[in-house]
């Protein structure tokens, strides 16, 4: 009997122009968490369609409990005890939870094409009181957050009797508390015997959950360690090839005069009495738990939404945005959270991408100048390193770093000079992380003015020179770079004590 569960030996996988696994290797023990980590482009994602029969290998072997297998299809890979969960769920929202857990291995009444409805609700309630689930079975799974959603496909995997599970970037769209369920469901899988995959760019998943870590780099292995047994320097090295000496790249800017003020800015059921000023090179860290109105705020300063009370004002004089245009033609940009849903259209190119805030800049008389869009797209694409093969790839084929990369290029195109950036480094590999940091710092440094929403407590300190930290709506502190620390921001973000700074 094989000492691992699953192992690949030597698996190869070429796409026209790119070889997207180069002789990997990979082994899973029974009733083990083994994560998995590299770069976006790393091979990750091809390595997933590989076990659960999206692809095919062009070279290398596959073998489960120590017999060599082949997987040809996903429902080979579900025969075989196989189930993958992504962090964009793939599910039926207009459909109930139960019909959800069993799509694809409905249970039917024998001869003939009756669905037996009261064994699958059983059932699926059976499994969901496993995981700890509090919803019903017969729930419209639109009506489900995304935390919930994905204890709804852990219970489809459970239902297929899948006993290897494959997890991709699980937590990156979850609160802290959706996150320690997640571990807890993740743990007593294993503790029940399930073999799990855990696929994440977050350092504490890693060292929260897993036994081993598997690292890969340009589609290449680089090497499995226990995880007790490796430094957070010694896995950034793995990942990204070089030392990563400051992960926060904050250069010191000089600090201009003010640009922005935001006056008892309230916008009813979301916040109220928000004041803070916002300075040339400076970059202003807006933090909080998820629902304390950061984004909130944001969105009605570039114009999305429209605030109830206050007042904003730019330059010196009093302005009122109503839409995100007046707000680019003042000279505000803003990146969202959600690049691929708001920051990009995904089948379009890179360069068509970068040029679209700039229309009137790459065309005269209503006709596009071709050799314009290019010059300028080419331009910008270098100056924050978009890694492609050319700026004619679709923004759909880049990895999340160089996604983002493109949203900053796209705010670049115009002129602005305060830019709001939404969780800039969300869902972004560590060595794209540090670049799309790096290029937040050269632009403080030119003399942008840049408000930073962030939930990540090491990049809000590395990088900010004040700090606002918000609650239900409201600013419970403003702090300076220098008197800011982990434990006065979360008291700040956890309590309704306020210690507002006004400076």
Not at 29 to 42: F, P, R, V
Not at 294 to 312: H, L, N
Not at 479 to 495: D, H, V
């Amino acid at each position: 009997m094989s000492e691992y569960i699953l192992e690949l030996k030597g698996v190869t996988k070429t796409f026209p122009g790119v070889k997207a696994l180069d002789d990997v290797h990979f082994q899973l023990k029974s009733g083990e968490i083994h994560a998995l980590m590299g770069e976006n482009g790393a091979g990750k994602s091809t390595f997933i369609k590989i076990i659960t029969g999206v692809h095919q290998p062009d070279e290398g072997e596959i073998y489960l409990n120590g017999q060599k297998v082949d997987i040809n299809n996903p429902r080979d890979a579900q025969k075989l005890g196989i189930a993958a969960i992504y962090q964009h769920v793939t599910c039926y929202p207009d459909l109930s939870v139960t019909e959800n857990i069993f799509m694809g291995h409905e249970k039917i009444k024998k001869g003939t094409n009756r669905l037996l409805w009261n064994e699958m609700h059983s059932e699926a309630q059976k499994l969901l009181d496993e995981l700890g689930a509090t919803f019903d079975p017969k729930t419209r799974m639109g009506e489900l957050s995304v935390a919930q959603q994905q204890i709804v496909e852990i219970a489809k995997a459970l239902s297929t009797n899948a006993k290897i599970i494959i997890m991709d970037e699980p937590t990156a769209s979850l609160t802290k508390s959706e996150s320690e369920e997640l571990y807890r469901i993740t743990e007593k899988l294993r503790n029940n015997g399930t073999s799990i995959i855990f696929i994440s760019h977050r350092l504490e998943d890693m060292y929260r959950l897993a036994n081993r870590v598997t690292v890969f780099r340009d589609s290449k292995y680089i090497g499995t360690w226990e995880v007790n047994e490796i430094s957070n320097e010694e896995l950034i090295v793995a990942m990204v090839g070089r030392e990563i000496t400051q992960m926060f790249p904050k250069k010191e800017a000089k600090i201009g005069e003010e640009i922005l003020r935001v006056e008892k800015l309230g916008k009813i059921g979301f916040f109220k009495d928000i004041s803070f000023t916002l300075h040339k090179g400076e970059i202003l860290g807006l933090t909080g738990l998820v629902g304390s109105g950061r984004t909130e705020v944001c969105q009605a300063i570039f114009g999305i939404t429209s605030p109830d009370e206050g007042k904003i004002i730019f330059e010196g004089k009093e302005v009122k945005i109503d839409h995100p245009l007046q707000a680019m033609n003042l000279g505000i940009g803003y990146l969202p959270e959600d690049r691929q849903k708001q920051g990009l259209v995904l089948e379009w190119s890179i360069e068509k991408n970068i040029t679209l805030p700039a229309l009137d800049k790459v065309s005269h008389k209503g006709w596009l100048d071709k050799e314009k869009e290019v010059e300028i797209a080419q331009a910008l694409a270098k100056k924050v390193n978009v890694k492609a093969k050319s700026i004619y790839d679709l923004a759909n084929s880049l990895s999340g770093g160089n996604q983002q990369k493109v949203v900053v290029a796209k705010l670049l195109t115009a002129d602005l000079k305060v830019i709001i950036v939404d969780e800039p480094t969300k869902g972004v590999d560590v060595g794209a992380k540090s670049a799309i940091l790096e290029i937040m710092s050269d632009l403080a440094s030119q003399g942008y003015g840049i408000i930073m929403v962030s939930s990540e407590m090491p990049e809000v300190l590395g990088m900010s020179d004040r700090i606002i930290v918000m609650r239900e709506g409201r600013i419970t502190a403003q702090l300076s770079r220098e008197e800011a620390s982990q434990e006065i921001i979360l008291e700040a973000a956890m309590t309704k004590k306020r210690s507002v700074n006004t400076a």
